[in-house]
């Protein structure tokens, strides 16, 4: 059988277990384990398991229940809704500034917990019902707290970056300080369109009063005093201190990703121990639950993506797909493309940790080969896939959104969250016409790439 219908039966045979309702851990593992019993010899099969084994427990891979043990521990106590509550206060006088306090929240609490659905679940089910009674359009409220929420895949500690390298065997140091420079880039043009769709409203609010006579709650002034501003900062400092300390221990190399990771997850539990009293059993069994959940889940993904990955790799599929992309000859900007629209269309339908570890082995070989900084496009990648947690048919933070505001119609969150998705696309094009926007604080930090 030639290289060529295999890749294709395996395609099909993919895409007919996954669209017919099977989890994608054991549609991918199901596949796998098919062709691989039907392919391939049994002297191969103890090669392809221990190699699957071998990666499982790379001490990388380690870190990923502990930073989510980390972001649960901060996720299920009151620490999001404090942070967001200090940021409104703070910002309260700002044109806008609920919207930019929930851009801002979102940002700091994804940094510290690293996982999109628990940022928009900390912060947004806080923030959505202060913007709305403020006069917020629902879309709009909505809009925010989930585009915000993607930043939690790509501003460190990010499980999808741990994941992209480990899978293209890069510098997991250098990829999360990428990250920083387009985190902070994504967030300034987040902030920038709340404003200007904040004044959009607040101008059709007014103009609603003064013709019809109908107030909105937009309308009305809201001040806090300096000693208010000051008495929301002693929860919240404890938490960046924590974030800050974390970076400093990763970056100033006083520590790997997986101790910083235990020592993060150590401190979170510490914090909120003596902030918010959670230190009883019965307080750390719904995190301790929700840590063991995600993990496992996660963690039985990437057993069964990489085990998929392997046998398309002892079966020559993903040699021969780079080869032929290879074979192409496109430009390096023509190449560039097709793998970013392939990586939007599997957005559609996979989250990115399978697209990950279903992509890396076939796209990386041919980018290598174009001159690409393979640091560079885990970033670039890992925006594009942000944009698939924000739209339909997986979206997950728009099914997050809906859980949490459950009366606000899915239409009307779709729609609040499209100038976000074209947002994002612009720091895409930003990042390919200036890619020291990722590069500068790794290349200032660790120095050049050798």
């Known amino acids: ?215 909105s709650p937009m309308l009305a002034d809201e001040h806090f005093t300096m000693r208010e501003k000051v008495e929301m900062l002693p929860r919240v400092v404890p938490f960046v201190l924590l974030l800050i300390g974390v970076m400093v221990a990763l970056y100033g190399g006083f520590a790997t990703p997986s101790e910083t990771a235990g020592l993060g997850a150590v401190l979170a539990l510490v914090l909120i121990a003596i902030a918010y009293g959670v230190w009883r059993p019965r307080d750390l069994k719904p995190i301790l639950a929700s840590t063991l959940k995600e993990s496992t889940m996660l963690m039985l993904i990437i057993g069964m993506s990489l085990l998929f990955s392997y046998v398309m790799s002892y079966l020559h599929i993903s040699q021969e797909a780079a080869n032929w992309i290879v074979g192409l000859h496109l430009s390096r900007w023509a190449l560039l493309a097709m793998v970013l629209l392939l990586v939007i269309v599997l957005g559609f339908f996979l989250p990115p940790v399978s697209i990950i570890l279903m992509l890396v082995p076939i796209i990386l070989p041919p980018l290598k080969v174009a001159g690409f900084d393979l640091i560079w496009f885990g970033v670039l990648m890992t925006i594009v896939m942000e944009t698939g947690l924000i739209h339909p048919p997986v979206g997950l933070n728009l099914f997050v959104i809906r859980n949490i505001a459950p009366d606000i119609p899915l239409r009307e969150v779709i729609r609040g969250v499209l100038p976000f998705v074209g947002l994002m696309f612009l720091a895409i094009f930003l990042l390919c016409f200036v890619p020291g926007i990722a590069t500068w604080l790794p290349d200032m930090i660790m120095g050049a790439p050798k």
């Open 1 to 215: 059988m030639s290289p060529l219908t295999l890749g294709l039966l395996f395609t099909a045979a993919t895409l007919i277990v996954m669209f017919s309702g099977v989890p994608i851990a054991f549609a991918l593992g199901a596949v796998a384990s098919v062709f691989m019993f039907w392919l391939m010899p049994a002297s191969a099969l103890d090669t392809v398991t221990q190699n699957v084994y071998e990666e499982m427990s790379s001490i990388t891979l380690l870190s990923i229940p502990l930073f989510i043990l980390k972001g649960a521990a901060i996720g299920k106590s009151r620490a999001g809704q404090d942070l967001y509550a200090a940021m409104h206060v703070w910002m309260s006088r700002i044109p806008g500034g609920l919207g930019i306090a929930n851009v801002f929240a979102c940002a700091l609490f994804a940094a510290m917990a690293g996982s999109s659905p628990a940022t928009c679940s900390a912060i947004g089910s806080a923030g959505i019902p202060e913007m709305r009674k403020r006069g917020y359009s629902p879309g709009f409220a909505a809009g925010i707290i989930a585009a915000g929420g993607t930043l939690g895949i790509l501003l460190p500690p990010s499980v999808t970056m741990i994941l992209y390298a480990v899978a293209a065997e890069q510098s997991l140091a250098r990829l999360f300080l990428a990250g920083i420079g387009p985190g902070v880039l994504l967030v300034a043009l987040f902030a920038v369109y709340a404003v200007l769709r904040y004044r959009t409203e607040y101008r059709a609010a007014r103009h609603a009063y003064e013709t019809a006579g109908t107030a």
